[in-house]
């Protein structure tokens, strides 16, 4: 691939604006380093700080996008559960496409403040937040009660298996299970679990993939 050399900014220090497909000029919005937005629906632009904290990876534009392209956009109706929630991008941009019921779970105490302050500036009322064991919180679902099952754990973490097995107990048929891990799952490692890979991908470091139901979990 030919490289081009970027053009140089204005002396001002601000970023160039640029011409859109449509022909109007589209002036470019900063995102400070410790924050990412919300990128679709009613919550569109709205920013998420992300600390810097260890472990924490929020999932990428790119991906979210490639993630809510899969599903349809349009979430009307769903329930979802986000049990490692952390910056809550997922289960927010979940809430913004217009799902029902979205619970965010995570351990960590600051982060559920943040994801709380958050809720209440949306006035999110389709959102709950709970501090506690993701997993845990799953196998209290009630069998086949979700819609959107979001699955990001500690990459470094032993969490993998269980709450797979978790999802798989508590996702609909139809309905979805969306995971990012540090390996590509396939059929066969999920087959035990009750689940496939409908879509999947790979940004980086991080594999990402939608999985569907196909039978009972085990």
């Known amino acids: 691939m030919k490289y081009t050399p970027a053009k140089a900014a204005p002396a001002s220090g601000k970023k160039p604006a640029t011409r859109a497909k449509s022909g109007k000029v589209v002036a470019h919005k900063a995102v400070l380093p410790g924050e990412i937005r919300i990128i679709g629906g009613q919550y569109k632009r709205t920013k998420l700080p992300v600390p810097d904290k260890p472990g924490l990876r929020p999932t990428p534009d790119r991906v979210r996008e490639t993630l809510f392209n899969w599903l349809g956009q349009d979430l009307t109706g769903w329930r979802c559960i986000d049990v490692f929630a952390g910056t809550g991008a997922l289960g927010f941009e979940a809430a913004s496409r217009g799902a029902a019921g979205v619970l965010l779970c995570e351990q ?19 959102v709950q937040v709970e501090r506690g064991d993701g997993i845990a919180l799953l196998r209290r679902q009630s069998p086949g009660s979700q819609q959107l099952v979001f699955l990001d754990p500690p990459f470094d973490s032993p969490l993998f298996e269980g709450a797979i097995k978790a999802a798989a107990q508590a996702v609909a048929e139809p309905g979805y299970v969306y995971l990012e891990a540090p390996k590509a799952w396939d059929d066969d490692a999920l087959a035990d679990y009750g689940l496939k890979v409908h879509r999947s991908g790979k940004a980086g470091a991080v594999y990402f993939h939608l999985l569907v139901r196909t039978g009972p979990a085990a």
């Open 108 to 126: 960590d105490l600051a982060l559920v403040a943040r994801l709380k302050a958050l809720q209440l500036k949306l006035q999110a009322d389709m």
